[in-house]
T-cell receptor
Framework: AQRVTQPEKLLSVFKGAPVELKCNYS??????LFWYVQYSRQRLQLLLR??SRESIKGFTADLNKGETSFHLKKPFAQEEDSAMYYC???????????FGQGTTLQVKP | DTGVSQDPRHKITKRGQNVTFRCDPI?????LYWYRQTLGQGPEFLTY????????KSRLLSDRFSAERPKGSFSTLEIQRTEQGDSAMYLCASSLVVGHYGYTFGSGTRLTVV
């Protein structure tokens, strides 16, 4: 079955500390993985996608097929990073996404 | 183009009533998706359109739910005989067919069934 698991509902760190938001997936084919972010009172927006291997707002994520993981990392958290983060798995050619339950990142001053 | 628009932003309805939501996607996007999000959960796929054709429906979409995209532009999602379990945020997103699922989401319609 296709599934995305984000084991932490809440991750709380101090400003300047490293951040790692965990995401594990289950998918039999070649996965397309994404991170979406929702800041307070804003709409859900794409943060990054594994295929582009880009760094957005200092965040990176590496697809590890052996561990079926796509963890989101940032070396030094900022207060403005506080938001809800969703990992998502692309399913086939439909464009349909399967989302994890989300992790709230709280960056304390 | 101001992105994906959804209307209304909030809807409170009595159980048993019918409700309809509208989504206006980004004009050049030919794929349109509906998702539902309940408290503490990630968005769950409901259905999607490519142009005017509805290509997939989730099992979550009971017979009380229907979606249309009559001219391949805006879409409507109707829920008939609403139940309290239908209370959720209904999200619309659009994308191009090609590319890598770069969805643009709307702000959502929050439905409360009382």
């Amino acid at each position: 079955a296709q599934r995305v698991t984000q084991p932490e509902k809440l991750l709380s760190v101090f400003k300047g500390a490293p951040v790692e938001l965990k995401c594990n997936y289950s998918y039999s084919g070649s996965p397309e993985l994404f991170w979406y972010v929702q800041y307070s009172r804003q709409r859900l927006q794409l943060l990054l996608r594994h295929i582009s291997r880009e760094s957005i707002k200092g965040f990176t994520a590496d697809l590890n097929k052996g561990e079926t993981s796509f963890h989101l990392k940032k070396p030094f958290a900022q207060e403005e990073d506080s938001a809800m983060y969703y990992c998502a798995l692309g399913s086939g050619n439909t464009g349909k996404l399967i989302f994890g339950q989300g992790t709230t990142l709280q960056v304390k001053p | 183009d101001t992105g994906v628009s959804q209307d209304p932003r909030h809807k409170i309805t009595k159980r048993g009533q019918n409700v309809t939501f509208r989504c206006d996607p980004i004009s050049e996007h030919n794929r349109l998706y509906w998702y539902r999000q309940t408290l503490g959960q990630g968005p769950e796929f409901l259905t999607y359109f490519q142009n005017e054709a509805q290509l997939e429906k989730s099992r979550l979409l009971s017979d009380r739910f229907s979606a249309e995209r009559p001219k391949g532009s805006f879409s409507t999602l109707e829920i008939q005989r609403t139940e309290q379990g239908d209370s959720a945020m209904y999200l619309c997103a659009s994308s191009l067919v090609v590319g890598h699922y770069g969805y643009t989401f709307g702000s959502g319609t929050r439905l409360t069934v009382v």
